[in-house]
């Protein structure tokens, strides 16, 4: 045994939380995590989350835990499992600076819920398979660049199918989650697939199936029938490798025996649809407050928004959109070797948990907490702190954030260009001046629609 690694063994472990205080963090912090579905959202429970204001308890409750324990990890009292919370900004620094190793994302819980539907995709994957997965993730995404190479082809699909939602919603007059979730569907499905696949409601659905039956984790059962006929389905898709659409350069992409092309492709179109959520949220904020709806109608007019454009502001509002209400509940890491803390021990194997409700909204950490403050993702501010972490941070940051934010920045400027939203049903209220509320779904929101006339 290594000097250092007896050192550490010789030292105290960090605190535990008390049986009492692991139920309280189970009860107020997880279960509503849990409850409302990690992997693919369950509308009622989210009504009832949005009710009873779940993530303002829980950050409170996380904030007394930090006060009782000290800057943690705080290790929960859980039999047969070591697990900690992460409860600082510098602590998730660390943590995800530190992944792969000793922090790898291929977290236990994880890869028994994404085992459902892509057991190969990079989230879940570790060692030298992570390292090709994750090279071949970043060439078809175009991770570091902020307009994809397909920016032209992307900007057409998003303005025909905004177009289309909007020429919908000329005739009522109205705009709910329903309606809106089939157009970004839609975009989805001809971003990544191409246009042949935008009316296979299918895949999306049986992707939607798969998920929820992750969102049970290990409690569920596979549904191999669902798997098979997604697969055959995606298989179908990826094989015409349509110009301009990611499909294309999955098939241009070099790949080894370890990549597993078509299991990278699940997570694409699985995380595209929260986009939507979070541009749906940003509506909502932008709809009911008129001073940050301003610099978004400045910034896309008299643009042609059929080419792909920079929309920095509209950019932020997304970010902050995801901040605000984050779309990955729980952001996971298991420790591959026992790590030190401040002195203390906290054993190899511990599963760490930064919940980003909480996180994001500390308002002892972060001054705009509960406003809507797309600056901060202007000026740097947001960029800088451990607690903003929308997209993770580190080496295993969301590979797809810049195709995202094009996408949703396209999509939100093409609705605002030339009609005018007023938010007329909303869980909570969004009023201007009043702290924005920590939990706020998407399926509620409603909103009435008037086409603005364009000056000439
Ligand atoms: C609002 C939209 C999105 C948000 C907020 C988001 C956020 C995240 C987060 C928090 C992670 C977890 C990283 C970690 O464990 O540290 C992640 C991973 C990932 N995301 Fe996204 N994501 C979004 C959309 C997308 C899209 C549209 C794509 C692809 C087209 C994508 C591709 C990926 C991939 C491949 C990973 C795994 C990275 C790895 O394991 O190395 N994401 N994303």
């Given at each position: 045994?290594?000097?250092v690694?007896?050192q550490?063994?010789?030292?105290?472990?960090?605190?535990?939380?008390?049986?009492?205080?692991?139920?309280?963090?189970?009860?107020?912090v997880?279960?509503?995590?849990?409850?409302?579905?990690?992997?693919?959202?369950?509308?009622?429970v989210v009504?009832?989350?949005?009710k009873?204001?779940?993530?303002?308890h829980a950050?409170?409750?996380m904030?007394?835990?930090?006060?009782?324990?000290?800057?943690?990890?705080?290790?929960?009292?859980?039999?047969?499992?070591?697990?900690?919370?992460?409860?600082?900004?510098?602590?998730?620094?660390?943590?995800?600076?530190?992944?792969?190793?000793?922090?790898?994302?291929?977290?236990?819980?994880?890869?028994?819920?994404?085992?459902?539907?892509?057991?190969?995709?990079?989230?879940?994957?570790?060692?030298?398979?992570?390292?090709?997965?994750?090279?071949?993730?970043?060439?078809?995404?175009?991770?570091?660049?902020?307009?994809?190479?397909?920016?032209?082809?992307?900007?057409?699909?998003v303005?025909?199918?905004?177009?289309?939602?909007?020429?919908?919603?000329?005739?009522?007059?109205?705009?709910?989650?329903?309606?809106f979730?089939?157009?970004?569907?839609?975009?989805i499905?001809?971003?990544?697939l191409?246009?042949?696949?935008?009316?296979?409601?299918?895949?999306?659905?049986?992707?939607?199936?798969?998920?929820?039956?992750a969102?049970?984790s290990?409690?569920?059962?596979r549904?191999d029938?669902?798997?098979?006929?997604?697969?055959?389905?995606?298989?179908?898709?990826?094989?015409?490798?349509?110009?301009?659409?990611?499909?294309?350069?999955?098939?241009?992409?070099?790949?080894?025996?370890r990549?597993?092309?078509?299991?990278q492709?699940?997570?694409?179109?699985?995380a595209?649809?929260?986009?939507g959520?979070?541009?749906?949220?940003?509506?909502?904020v932008?709809?009911?407050?008129p001073?940050?709806?301003?610099?978004?109608?400045?910034?896309?007019?008299?643009?042609?928004?059929?080419?792909?454009?920079?929309?920095?502001?509209?950019?932020?509002?997304?970010?902050?959109?995801?901040?605000?209400?984050?779309?990955?509940?729980?952001?996971?890491r298991?420790?591959?070797?026992?790590?030190?803390?401040?002195?203390?021990?906290?054993?190899?194997?511990?599963?760490?948990?930064?919940?980003?409700?909480?996180?994001?909204?500390?308002?002892?950490?972060?001054?705009?907490?509960?406003?809507?403050?797309?600056?901060?993702?202007?000026?740097?501010?947001?960029?800088?702190?451990?607690?903003?972490?929308?997209?993770?941070?580190g080496?295993?940051?969301?590979?797809?954030?810049?195709?995202?934010?094009?996408?949703?920045?396209?999509?939100?400027?093409?609705?605002?260009?030339?009609?005018?939203?007023?938010?007329?049903?909303?869980?909570?209220?969004?009023?201007?001046?009043?702290?924005?509320?920590?939990?706020?779904?998407?399926?509620?929101?409603?909103?009435?629609?008037?086409?603005?006339?364009?000056k000439?």
């Open positions: 045994m290594s000097v690694r007896q550490i063994l010789n030292k105290v472990e960090v605190p535990r939380a008390s049986v009492v205080d692991t139920l309280r963090i189970g009860a107020v997880l279960a509503p995590a849990i409850a409302r579905g990690v992997l693919a959202r369950r509308p009622k009504a009832l989350a949005e009873f204001d779940a993530d303002r950050g409170k409750l904030q007394r835990m930090r006060a009782r324990y000290g800057s943690g990890p705080l290790r929960l009292a859980v039999p047969g499992r070591s697990l900690a919370m992460v409860l600082t900004p510098d602590d998730v620094r660390r943590v995800l600076t530190g992944s792969p190793e000793p922090f790898a994302a291929a977290n236990l819980e994880k890869r028994k819920a994404l085992e459902h539907f892509q057991p190969h995709g990079v989230l879940i994957s570790h060692g030298a398979d992570r390292a090709d997965r994750r090279r071949f993730n970043e060439e078809v995404l175009d991770t570091h660049h902020d307009v994809h190479c397909q920016g032209a082809a992307i900007a057409e699909k303005h025909q199918e905004a177009a289309g939602l909007l020429a919908a919603v000329d005739r009522t007059g109205a705009l709910d989650w329903d309606a979730r089939i157009a970004w569907w839609r975009v499905r001809r971003v990544v191409g246009d042949a696949a935008r009316d296979d409601s299918e895949i999306s659905d049986l992707l939607t199936t798969l998920r929820m039956n969102n049970w290990f409690a569920h059962p549904r029938r669902v798997r098979h006929r997604f697969q055959e389905r995606l298989r179908e898709h990826l094989a015409r490798a349509e110009p301009g659409s990611l499909a294309e350069l999955v098939a241009r992409a070099p790949a080894t025996e990549t597993v092309p078509a299991d492709v699940p997570q694409w179109l699985f595209f649809e929260p986009a959520m979070a541009v749906f949220r940003a509506l909502a932008l709809a009911a407050r001073s940050a709806a301003g610099p978004a109608r400045d910034e896309v007019a008299g643009l042609d928004l059929s080419a792909p454009q920079d929309l920095p502001y509209l950019r932020a509002c997304v970010q902050e959109s995801v901040r605000l209400w984050p779309t990955t509940l729980a952001v996971l298991d420790s591959t070797t026992d790590t030190e803390w401040e002195g203390r021990m906290l054993p190899a194997g511990t599963g760490l948990i930064i919940h980003t409700p909480s996180l994001q909204r500390d308002e002892q950490n972060l001054s705009y907490a509960d406003d809507f403050a797309p600056g901060a993702w202007l000026d740097g501010r947001a960029e800088a702190d451990w607690s903003a972490i929308p997209f993770s941070g080496p295993v940051e969301c590979p797809g954030r810049n195709l995202v934010l094009l996408v949703t920045s396209l999509f939100l400027g093409a609705l605002l260009q030339e009609h005018d939203f007023r938010l007329v049903a909303s869980g909570r209220p969004l009023t201007e001046g009043a702290p924005l509320p920590r939990t706020l779904g998407a399926f509620g929101l409603r909103f009435g629609v008037s086409k603005v006339p364009v000439v």
